[in-house]
């Protein structure tokens, strides 16, 4: 492990004792890995580093905190996305697969805010709030067509049934052209 300095500008440094206790040396309190989670969340750049050894433990402690968040059912990792990972590990293209997992990340986060901005630019003309829309439509059409005794469902005729869900085709698609606008 590698060592680091106590603080390199706006880092914050935890110590991590052999009691397993973390120290926030910016607060002088101890914290929990919750309180870590919390500080990532919000964007503190933070290095924890062994109390004893001075060892930078950082890597290992975000593992712990992903561990501990899919463990408490807020599981976001796929199975098959775990099993590829682990799979990796020790394959000749592992020593590409932190680059690559920064960049799709470094992506992804570009397209959420390009998404927040449409957002805040209004939801009239926005192809998110169409896309939510089209959504309550198509679950509202679903709903009636296969709740038992729906009467609306069962006087709708075939064919208007068939244009509706043309309809919906078609705005799905245009929405989608749309957000591949958005993401270019």
Do not use: C, W
């Not at 402690?61 to 098959?80: C, F, H, R």
């Not at 709708?156 to 591949?180: F, G, Y």
């Amino acid at each position: 492990m590698a060592k680091r300095k106590a603080h390199t500008g706006d880092t914050v440094t935890i110590k991590k004792y052999a009691n397993r206790r973390l120290y926030n040396t910016l607060s002088s309190s101890y914290i929990t890995l919750d309180d870590l989670a919390a500080m990532t969340r919000k964007g503190t750049d933070f290095v924890v580093v062994d109390a004893k050894t001075g060892d930078d433990i950082t890597h290992s402690i975000l593992t712990q905190i992903i561990m501990d968040e899919e463990a408490s059912g807020k599981q976001m990792l796929p199975v098959s996305f775990l099993r590829d990972l682990i799979a990796m590990y020790g394959n000749s293209m592992q020593s590409m697969m932190p680059h690559y997992l920064e960049a799709t990340m470094a992506n992804f986060r570009a397209n959420q805010s390009k998404i927040q901005e449409a957002l805040k630019d209004g939801l009239t003309a926005n192809p998110i709030a169409k896309i939510a829309e089209t959504n309550l439509a198509v679950m509202r059409a679903v709903g009636e067509a296969i709740l038992p005794g729906n009467k609306a469902a069962d006087a709708t005729p075939v064919a208007e049934k068939n244009d509706e869900i043309a309809l919906l085709r078609k705005q799905m698609a245009e929405m989608q052209k749309k957000l591949d606008e958005i993401g270019k």
